[in-house]
């Protein structure tokens, strides 16, 4: 079982919207603005898309967006593209003394 | 650019020990806490261990812990994993992946992945 819950799966068609919601504790995701995002195609390693709950790293489409409420933060693609159908996993720092980095169960994104 | 390649993987009996490299390149190797990660056959990421930029601070997941330690060589840019006493259910895709800090502080993520290499633990 996974430290941060995610849906299973989500899906819409092209040039629509999606999000995707990451729910964790106080401990994590509702304690720090240090979670993250990661693109996963198949047979091939995570991507970084999103870190520090809202900021994208160099090169990610500014469709990727991410924001926070709580215990529970956000992924959001704007203007699905076939090509953005992948998992997608959040991650967050925890206070915990072990794991030093949680990820969510992962949610499958279909682009219809 | 900012490489990560890991090797070592393969079949190994249930008991039996294996040992991971992680080659890197394209970035200052010394500054940089380097973890490992894992993902079971169809299933999430799981955090495995981690090491800090010099070697002096290390960590690992309670379901590995005292079988499993992380190390470093700074002079050969290369992480290590030394898996002993190896189960069924550590068989998964490995991956180091880098820290974007030198000490797995709060407010450090990783922000690049190795490709992995396969451990499949099977009698």
């Known amino acids: 079982q996974s430290a941060l819950t995610q849906p299973a799966s989500v899906s819409g068609s092209p040039g629509q919207s999606i999000t995707i919601s990451c729910t964790g504790t106080?401990?994590?995701?509702?304690?720090?603005?240090?979670v993250s995002w990661y693109q996963q195609h198949p047979g091939k390693a995570p991507k970084l898309m999103i870190y520090?709950?809202?900021s994208r790293p160099s090169g990610v489409s500014n469709r990727f967006s991410g924001s926070k409420s709580g215990n529970r933060a956000s992924l959001t693609i704007s203007g699905l593209q076939a090509e953005d159908e992948a998992d997608y996993y959040c991650?967050?720092?925890?206070?915990?003394?072990?794991?030093?980095?949680?990820f969510g169960g992962g949610t499958k994104l279909t682009v219809l | 650019q900012v490489q990560l390649v890991e090797s070592g993987g393969g079949v190994v009996q249930p008991g039996r020990s294996l040992r991971l490299s992680c080659a890197a390149s394209g970035f200052t190797f010394s500054s940089y806490a380097i973890h490992w990660v894992r993902q079971a056959p169809g299933k999430g990421l799981e955090w495995v261990a981690v090491i800090s930029y010099d070697g002096s601070s290390k960590d690992n997941a309670d379901s590995v812990k005292g079988r499993f330690t992380i190390s470093r060589d700074n002079s050969k840019n290369t992480l290590y994993l030394q898996m002993n006493s190896l189960r069924a259910d550590d068989t998964a895709v490995y991956y180091c992946?880098?820290?974007?800090?030198?000490?797995?502080?709060?407010?450090?993520?990783?922000?690049?992945w190795g490709q992995g290499t396969l451990v499949t633990v099977s009698s």
């Open positions: 520090d709950v809202t």
């Open positions: 991650s967050s720092y925890t206070s915990r003394s072990t794991p030093h980095v949680v």
């Open positions: 106080s401990s994590d995701v509702g304690g720090y603005n240090y």
């Open positions: 992946a880098r820290d974007v800090g030198c000490c797995y502080a709060p407010g450090g993520y990783i922000d690049y």
